[in-house]
């Protein structure tokens, strides 16, 4: 033991995940003027991946980010409750490539 605080080696990775992200369905339609999305103030490496379910009403697909890895939509059952459904999980470990159990 060194004493001295682990850091990551750079380029730092970054993995974003967003569900239902109002983003571009939302606030650039309705708000573009004021509200505006870069990953240019991310962090190097940033991976970015955003789900959706196909009835979602708030958030559906994100159009027109750099960095945005991919869209990735699951099956009908609103906007609430994206961390409890199957489906989510699923696409988070095949698409994602996120492993958690």
Request: charged content about 20%.
């Amino acid at each position: 033991d060194t004493g001295k605080p682990l850091r990551p080696p750079l380029p730092v990775s970054v993995l974003l995940v967003t569900m239902g992200s109002p983003v571009t369905h939302i606030y650039r339609r309705y708000f573009g003027e004021v509200f505006q999305v870069s990953t240019q103030a991310m962090p190097p490496g940033l991976i970015w991946h955003n789900i959706f379910r196909t009835d979602d009403f708030v958030g559906t697909t994100i159009d027109e980010i750099p960095g945005l890895a991919g869209n990735w939509e699951v099956k009908a059952a609103g906007h609430t409750g994206y961390f409890t459904d199957y489906f989510v999980w699923e696409r988070l470990r095949r698409d994602v490539g996120l492993r958690i159990f």
